[in-house]
């Protein structure tokens, strides 16, 4: 047999070639994932749109978009509603037992409070008193909050806005009956002592939907200029009542918004 001198050569270019295609297809997703700009949360009580700040808040995007892709978010539970105040998730499942199951967090990330958090944004908890402590929690803004958490423990970052007509499933389930701060979908004796998963709102998944860069350049949003200045003092916003079996046996893990906003 008459060995061929040039088979070494073509063998080498054909790998080369499949391995960078190969490369050129993971650099794509990475870099959808990087600049995904509008995400769908699809949830039992409906879907809705946010407009993510990606070029502005970059940090606190990348760090959202990670619970995304590693899907830590998928039948997450609303765990926190406070009249005109928030919707708060993005923490805890139900798994058929109580007390709420954390889901696994990343570190930290840096505080971005460049946005004001007023009607139809969406910001990150973070722990009491401590300014770069957000990890996976968020909330929506029900009602002008700026005054208090624009100043509050640093500010709290806004890293998107509610598009369309989303707010209107906010408000929907802002309006549900609750146990103690958790929504619920009816307030019987059963829902509160012995919930099953219907009772909850859940999150089923949050989707990226448009990966495109600067879709939010069409926003117009509102900065935050109250960051530089001294902060009053702090309000109580807890609204909580009842003293159902079932808001105790939640007061055991570290619900976020007991008085502040924390996770």
Known sequence: MRFNSSQPCTIMTHLFTKKFAILAVVLSMLSSITHATIVEFQ???GSFKVNLHDTTTPLTVENFLNYISSERYNNTVIHRVVDDFVVQGGGYTFNNELPLKDIDIYDPVKNEPIYSNV????AMAKQANSVNSATSQW???LSNNSTNLDLQNGGFTVFGEVIDDGMQVL????????????PVNDNST????????D????????LVLDDADNTDSSLNSIKNTLITQTPDTESNDDNSSGGSVFW?????MPLAFRKHIHS
């Open 199 to 206: 009772n909850f709102v859940t999150v089923y998944q949050v």
């Open 248 to 252: 105790l046996l939640l007061c055991l």
């Open 119 to 122: 009607r139809g944004t969406i």
């Open 139 to 141: 909330f929506f803004n």
């Open 43 to 45: 949830t039992s009580h």
């Open 171 to 182: 408000d929907e389930i802002a309006a549900l009956q609750r146990c103690g701060d958790v």
């Open 190 to 197: 059963n829902s509160c002592n012995n919930p099953g998963a």
